[in-house]
């Protein structure tokens, strides 16, 4: 029998190139993260650069899907709702994917792997992209943990329908993105079908519509999510952990820059 390993770095790179944010947070991931495994997804058509990236670097491998999961933000969504991904890392009992847009702070793994959760990420605030102040149910997959065996089985198990009307009727407060969700993500985009996969986001259909149809698949609480990661808001969540810092806080750059600058003073400097 084959020893499982606790859990694999997933790094997911889809051009041949970096800019200098996006190579100080790889260099960052590659640093914090060095006595664990770690591989990059990435198409195909990227194997001479991810070599280069993966020559001198031992716990480095590279994992190489079809190109049409890089192509788009569609491509990738299906990539992380898909057997596929998963069972390519069936060795190990968690993946913590982690996005160039990600500034890791420390390596708390161990202890999350402890926690028993199927799914943990960032919390999501109401208002996504114009965050309010209110937690809601739902990780961001930006930098995120999952359990392999668990995604494998829910989506071993899905028939024909991805998502429940009821799970997609909860996920917005207003009537009209309500009404929006379940036209969209539940008469249009929720079949089986390759080209009627959903469009939805796999962060969405990992924290929200998963844990719906499947109650045994553990997503952790966004009160206890926010000692994972940060995302949006990050000022407002440091003060909620009592200014305490997570793992790591995801798309660093995008929602205050000057707050990342300032954790990042202990140990470098912002270029």
Not at 157 to 175: A, D, N, T, V, Y
């Amino acid at each position: 029998m084959v020893e499982k390993k606790n859990v694999c770095i997933i790094i997911p790179i889809y051009k041949d190139s970096m800019t200098d944010l996006e190579n100080f947070s790889f260099q960052r991931i590659i640093k914090v993260f060095s006595s664990r495994k770690i591989s990059i997804i990435c198409p195909l058509y990227l194997d001479r650069y991810i070599n280069l990236l993966c020559r001198n670097n031992d716990n480095i491998t590279a994992s190489f899907f079809s190109d049409r999961y890089f192509n788009g933000i569609v491509g990738y969504n299906r990539l992380l709702m898909s057997y596929d991904f998963y069972s390519r890392f069936s060795d190990f009992e968690f993946v913590l994917i982690c996005q160039l847009d990600v500034l890791v702070i420390k390596d708390d793994l161990d202890y999350w792997i402890l926690q028993n959760e199927d799914n943990v990420g960032a919390p999501i605030f109401e208002g996504y992209i114009n965050p309010g102040l209110a937690l809601k149910i739902g990780n961001n997959g930006g930098f995120c943990l999952r359990n392999t065996k668990s995604c494998m089985e829910v989506i071993s198990k899905i028939k024909m329908r991805f998502s429940k009307i009821s799970s997609l009727w909860k996920m917005e407060s207003i009537w009209y993105w309500k009404l929006f969700r379940v036209i969209r993500d539940g008469l249009v985009f929720n079949y089986k079908i390759n080209f009627l996969k959903p469009i939805i986001n796999e962060d969405i259909f990992w924290s929200i519509i998963v844990p719906d149809k499947f109650p045994w698949f553990k997503v952790c609480e966004p009160e206890k999510a926010k000692y994972f990661a940060f995302d949006a808001n990050p000022r407002f969540l440091f003060k909620k952990c009592n200014c305490n810092y997570p793992m790591a806080i995801h798309a660093w750059w995008r929602y205050d820059k000057a707050f990342a600058a300032d954790v990042m003073n202990g140990f470098c400097s912002l270029k």
